[in-house]
């Protein structure tokens, strides 16, 4: 009675509700409500993804100063994931765990921890030029490192630092079948570690650049077979590598030909003065395959903090590196998806500069240089090496291509553009503004040598008014912009909340195939089967002197062990293995107060260790709400101290139940048990019959439904064993535990049941689907349940009771008809009225049509 009242009044708080919401019902409403033109209206229809539906490209954003990696989608711009990759991430227990752990160790600089990154440049490992979606490298600017990062399961595999580059920029460019990954040095410094006196620039400073040797079986850089091109002091900047006629070749700009070495303090100029004097500065052109077989030879090579570092001397000799002049300071460079041209943003200058690789390459071969720079490299006349030059704007930085041959386009960053320019012809096409200040873009696959084009991102820097203000420190501003038609569209703007992202790179959504789950036991940092892996029934404590080892394992809704105890000063590792084998039933593991945490997926094993240095009790828990019990996947740590006496505690006496009340309390579980295991039939019965097993992913869940299941066996036998003896405590306790079971298969199967129905059910025509819409809205999901009796009849053969008229009607107007019979018997049994919800004539007839589509579906509900 009472909890009917209750639903009356809510009932009448929603009618009142969706009075109001009946306002704004059409698009027409919507958008003057809103304050929206046609064109948001078609921006948003462009990016808008309904529930459940994918997106067609992922993009890897740098996370800047964050030290990660951002996961979005596009169109919708909805952001998947942040990856830790340089610093420590505690959602996926990134530095945590004792796995993580020992790949952000491979990070530290001269010993030291760096506990962040300004990550820069992704990049996908490539086969042909092409992205394979395999695996994905990024620097780290201001700690020269690379990071190798697993798109199997999107984890930071490796990290690895730069022996002699002291900063660095150039950074992460993938040679076109990932043989090498290249990383350039941004600020020159002496390579080894010793100190000299800015004096010593021009004779000890150095840039360079280091090409790391990607093994693509491992699918790890292979330190050892890495090694490093020195290069004169001119402050090197961006980089790409060459591709199809010149794949073999690498490209490095430059900003500080001039060599200056500031002094602002001691009265000279600044360096920003100094470092742009000259007209020009230098682009690198050097040959990583000439490079590659230099370092195996000795007297090609030094050798500086254990690392082979090819010499200026021994790569001009052998013809490997080239400077050709490039208006000065500039910023991006990037090769042309044919690997044809190579197009340097002025920066400093409005031009672009198209250079033509086979002119470049006929003057190599004929030794047709213009002369030397200080330290001997060969320079190339500019004049003949350009294909031709385009001005374009205020500041060109970066560019990228799409599938139309000749067609880029190139950020602008003082004049806030993008430009869309022909490389080929030199004219240019369109342009668009962006807000404010962008750096980097891209054009889906838009670095690779088979563009996708169809959607820029602008990468801007600034993002000033375009947002809710959040303090001083805004967010930056990622763009999307249409680009399939003549003119450019600006259709999304996202907030980046994590660091200055620089860069990103897209790839088509179904070049990535990442795993659901791991195989059981696995160390997903190493990608091998974990040694401490722990199955059901293994789960242990072992010591070893003041070394305790805790071998557990989780599955909703329990950590095995529930209690351990160790000494205090004891050394603890627990070495945690995942159960799970279903998709997204991830546990987090953590222990209050200790600083310790490890995610848990299904599969995976992961460890943690840490000294237990203070007595006492630490409760430790799930961190992921991974079933209705999670709040019950919970143990404890004891600790205590092997050195101290501790006294009895009286205990307190609670009052225990009597046989009778044990004995109802026994039966009242028997009787759930049973009600829950009907549920469970009919819901195998279900699937049965719809021949659940020709559907791969509703076999994958019904099959861990059914693994839940059997595990009641075993349960049972106990609560049946308790019984006998007579101890009906511990016979309650292990039918709850059945019940627990029981409602882990009913959860999945339920999933599966529902997933499965929607697959069978037949099409909704549109206006059964505007019908659906209009039931939802109108809050008639309040009191009705489709398929069961809820605080009001079940829809289903609603109209098979009556008739479409009579629905009509009724819906239109309810009071009409409360003094006919059959109404005036629902009103008795639910005491509640069908209230009037203000449908129009339209509403009502689509609803209809839903009733109708619920009728045919009537068996899947
Ligand atoms: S760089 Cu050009 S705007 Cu550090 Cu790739 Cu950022
Ligand atoms: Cu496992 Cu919450």
């Known amino acids: 009675m009472n909890f009917l009242k209750k639903c009356a009044v809510s009932l009448a708080v929603l009618a009142a509700f969706a009075v109001q919401a009946v306002a704004a019902d059409t698009l027409q409403d919507i958008m003057k409500e809103r304050n929206l033109s046609e064109k948001d209206v078609i921006a948003a229809a462009k990016t808008y993804q309904p529930s459940g539906r994918k997106d067609e490209y992922i993009v890897f954003s740098s996370g800047g100063q964050s030290g990660q990696v951002i996961v979005y989608g596009v169109p919708s711009m909805r952001i998947y994931k942040y990856i830790g990759v340089f610093t420590p991430e505690p959602w996926q227990g990134y530095g945590y765990d004792d796995e993580s752990k020992a790949v952000l ?135 790409d590598a060459g591709k199809g006629p010149s794949d073999g070749w690498g490209f490095i700009n430059s900003f500080n030909s001039e060599m200056y070495t500031g002094g602002i303090e001691k009265g000279l100029p600044p360096f920003e003065a100094g470092m742009s004097r000259n007209d020009n500065d230098y682009l690198h052109v050097f040959n990583w395959k000439i490079l590659e077989k ?24 052998a013809g490997a590196l080239f400077l050709i002049p490039e208006p000065k300071s500039p910023h991006g460079v990037d090769v042309t998806p044919d690997g044809k041209y190579i197009v340097v943003g002025g920066k400093l200058d409005t031009h672009a500069s198209v250079y033509d690789f086979a002119k470049i390459k006929a003057l190599i071969d004929k030794k047709d240089f213009i002369g030397k720079d200080p330290y001997g490299i060969p320079i190339i006349d500019m004049k003949k090496a350009l294909h031709g030059q385009v001005e374009l704007g205020l500041g060109p930085l970066h560019s990228s291509f799409v599938p139309e041959d000749g067609i880029i386009y190139t950020s602008l960053y003082v004049d806030s553009q993008i430009v869309k320019w022909d490389y080929k012809n030199l004219k240019v096409l369109d342009r668009i503004n962006v807000h404010y200040n962008i750096g980097h873009l891209d054009t889906m696959e838009g670095k690779s040598s088979k563009p996708k084009g169809k959607y820029a991102l602008s990468l801007d820097k600034l993002s000033i008014d375009r947002f809710n203000p959040v303090g001083p420190l805004h967010p930056q501003n990622h763009q999307l912009i249409d680009i399939t038609g003549p003119k450019m569209e600006l259709i999304y703007d996202m907030p980046i909340p994590l660091g200055e992202p620089h860069d990103v790179v897209s790839i088509a959504a179904d070049k990535l195939k990442p795993q659901a789950t ?12 974990h040694p401490a892996v722990t199955l059901a029934g293994q789960e242990r404590v072992e010591r070893k002197g003041n070394n305790v080892t805790v071998y557990a394992t989780m599955v909703r809704s329990h950590i095995n062990p529930e209690h351990i105890t160790v000494n205090k000063g004891d050394k ?52 992921e709400f991974c079933s209705a019990l999670h709040l019950e996947m919970m143990g404890y740590l004891f600790v205590k101290d092997p050195n101290k006496k501790y006294e009895d505690i009286k205990k307190m006496s609670l009052q225990k139940l009597s046989k009778e009340q044990l004995e109802a309390e026994y039966k009242k579980i028997l009787a759930t048990n049973e009600a829950t295991d009907a549920v469970i039939q009919s819901v195998v019965k279900f699937l049965t019959d719809k021949g659940y097993d020709k559907y791969p992913e509703i076999k994958a869940l019904v099959t861990d439904a059914l693994n839940q299941y059997g595990n009641i066996k075993d349960v049972k036998a106990k609560a049946d064993a308790a019984y006998k003896k007579g101890d009906l405590d511990q016979a309650i306790l292990w039918e709850n535990q059945v019940w627990q079971y029981m409602v ?9 049941k529902a997933r499965l129905s929607k697959m069978l059910a ?100």
């Open 294 to 317: 230099l370092a195996q030879d000795k007297k090609n090579y030094k050798v500086i903090n254990g690392h082979r570092v090819v010499t200026i001397d021994a790569a001009v000799k």
């Open 105 to 239: 160790e491979q990070g530290k600089i001269r010993g030291r921890d760096i506990t962040w990154g300004d990550s820069h440049h992704p990049a996908f490992t490539e086969k042909n030029g092409e992205y394979t979606g395999d695996y994905l490298f990024i620097n780290d600017k201001a700690n020269p490192r690379l990071a190798v990062i697993n798109l199997h399961d999107f984890e930071t595999v490796q990290i690895v630092t730069n022996p002699v580059i002291k900063s660095e920029h150039g950074g992460a460019f993938v040679t076109p079948n990932s043989e090498y990954v290249m990383e350039a040095s941004q600020y020159a410094a002496p390579l080894d570690n010793n100190y000299y006196p800015i004096e010593n620039y021009a004779d000890v400073f150095r840039g360079a650049v280091t090409l790391w040797k990607f093994d693509k079986t491992k699918g790890r850089i292979d330190v050892d077979k890495s090694f490093t091109l020195e290069l004169p002091p001119y402050m090197q900047d961006l980089s």
């Open 518 to 529: 791991y195989d059981m036991g696995t160390n997903s940092r190493t990608g091998k089967p």
């Open 762 to 861: 037949s099409p909704m025509s549109e206006a059964a689907s505007r019908g659906e819409a209009a039931y939802l809205t109108g809050g008639c999901n309040g009191c009705h349940v489709i398929g069961q009796v809820s605080s009001g009849p079940d829809l289903t053969g609603a109209i098979d009771r009556t008739s479409e008229q009579w629905v009509f009607e009724f819906t239109k107007n309810p009071a009409s008809k409360y003094d006919e019979p059959y109404v005036k018997e629902l009103i008795n049994y639910f005491n509640l009225r069908m209230p009037n919800q203000n449908m129009k004539d339209g509403e009502i007839k689509d609803m209809i049509e839903y009733m109708k589509w619920i009728d045919q579906n009537a068996d899947l509900f």
């Open 744 to 752: 882990k298969t009913a959860d999945v199967g339920l999933r599966a």
């Open 572 to 623: 603890v590792t627990i070495h945690i293995t995942s159960l799970e084998r279903a998709q997204d039933e991830t546990h987090g593991f953590a222990i209050d107060a200790l600083n310790v945490h490890a995610s848990i997926e299904p599969g995976k094993t992961a460890s943690v260790t840490f000294v237990a240095d203070e007595e006492g009790v630490f409760p430790y828990y799930c961190t």
